[in-house]
């Protein structure tokens, strides 16, 4: 069994002006069936939100916490829940 889910993850650390958001996407592109955004937030944060199968978002997830992303991670706290559609594809906002 592998619903679709909608994955909201906020990153903080050093996040911002490093191409972690270029890197959330293309790794939501490797991982493939993942559709949303990655979006810089005021307080120096990254919102991503990754719409697809639990198994897809579980491994974007894991890839936000211990991947080898740009800049530096310091947490990412995640909620989880049912997808809500409209969007195309993967993007930078």
């Known amino acids: 069994m592998n619903e679709n889910v909608r994955l909201t993850a906020w990153v903080r650390g050093r996040v911002?002006?490093?191409?972690?958001?270029?890197?959330?996407?293309?790794?939501?592109?490797?991982?493939?069936?993942?559709?949303?955004?990655?979006?810089?937030?005021?307080?120096?944060?990254?919102?991503?939100?990754?719409?697809?199968?639990?198994?897809?978002?579980?491994?974007?997830?894991d890839w936000?916490?211990?991947g080898d992303t740009p800049g530096r991670v310091d947490g990412v706290t995640e909620i989880w829940g049912q997808p809500r559609g409209g969007y195309e594809g993967f993007e930078i906002r």
């Open 16 to 61: 911002q002006g490093v191409g972690f958001r270029w890197w959330t996407r293309a790794t939501a592109l490797e991982l493939g069936g993942l559709v949303g955004y990655a979006g810089n937030l005021g307080d120096g944060r990254v919102q991503v939100v990754a719409e697809g199968a639990r198994a897809q978002c579980e491994r974007l997830l």
């Open 64 to 66: 936000l916490h211990h």
